[in-house]
């Protein structure tokens, strides 16, 4: 087998190794920082975080998704109740006398049509008997597979 088209899995010593560089790295940027930040008062420390730009761009991205959901939120609900110049220009004048006669339905939606209720046994009253349970006795039971 070809080591080079087929890389070995990375060993427990190169990733200690490598843990061991970049922890190394982090450690030489928390002392340089803490060597630019001795000797100096509070006040200075936080005037060099409040210049730092990722600061500032982080205060103008927040001011410029407030201002945008504010706009998205005022100009909808005052201009609620106008009509939309496009949709009043662009409807037609129908006269009442030329205007198409609709034939009345015999049914409302609502209600179903005649004979359905008494088709479907709605209102329909069956007798069973109390002492018999129909799960329970009976041939072709659903639950007899079961037990």
Same mark, same amino acid.
């Given at each position: ?54 600061f ?18 005022v ?6 109740? =106008? /009509?939309? %110049?496009? &949709? ?6 129908? #006269?009442?006398?030329? $205007? +198409? ?9 609502? =209600? /179903?049509? %005649?004979? &359905? ?6 209102? #329909?009253?069956?007798? $069973? +008997? ?18």
């Amino acid at each position: 087998m070809n080591s080079k088209s087929n890389p070995p899995l990375a060993s427990t010593r190169a990733e200690l190794r490598n843990l061991r560089n970049n922890s190394q790295a982090t450690i030489d940027e928390l002392r340089a920082f803490l060597a630019e930040m001795k000797g100096r008062s509070p006040q200075e420390m936080l005037g060099m975080v409040a210049g730092n730009r990722l600061f500032r761009a982080t205060l103008h991205s927040c001011a410029l998704v407030l201002a945008i959901i504010a706009v998205g939120t005022v100009v909808p609900y005052l201009n609620r109740g =106008e /009509p939309k %110049p496009a &949709a009043v220009a662009n409807k037609p004048a129908v #006269e009442p006398e030329t $205007a +198409p006669e609709v034939p009345e339905k015999t049914a409302k939606p609502d =209600e /179903p049509a %005649p004979g &359905a209720i008494e088709t479907l046994g709605v209102g #329909e009253e069956k007798q $069973a +008997p109390r002492d018999v349970n129909p799960l329970e006795t009976g041939t072709g039971g659903f639950l007899d597979e079961l037990e």
